[in-house]
């Protein structure tokens, strides 16, 4: 997505929103059961704005260490804690976590925010980060990347209740409320 076009950026924004709904819907690639996709109508989200639209530095660990974030159900879930991610919002810098589940390649922001248990689920969204390319970064120096909360989301169990979910943690937590991406 390039920032320098922004009705490129928002077109892609639309058409990434679009086909989200597109696989939830399917009867061949919906990631929900046959009962939520058959109840599923569609997503709501809060209006495209660049001003949520981020750059930020992020840092990735010489070794990633264990961690387990609380779950809707069940036991923790496992992930690799891999990282921070420093963005400002609101003049405010905040660092956050980035995980790797096992088997995924995109970085994953969990997030918290004063939107939560009103307009977006209680207990955080998430974001993707594109992983830097190993080969072309050394671990040891911080790189640019784009936290565009304009593509954050919920995770599955807000439409699936059969989904076992992470929660985001509670020291990923922003004091600005974060009106972009989806919301119920």
Known sequence: MNPDEPEEWKAEIQSHREQKIETFQSQTDSPLSESARNSFSEIDFFPIDASFRLGGRLELFAEPTNATLEATQGPPISFEQVGQVGVELAGELSVLSVYRAPGVDALLLPFRDPTNGSSTWAHGRYLNIPAPDPKATDKSTPVDTVVDFNVGYH?????????????APTDNEFDVPIQAGERL
Request: neutral net charge; proline residues 8%; hydrophobic residues 30%.
């Open 155 to 167: 995770p599955l169990c807000v439409y699936d209740d059969t989904v076992r979910s992470a929660k």
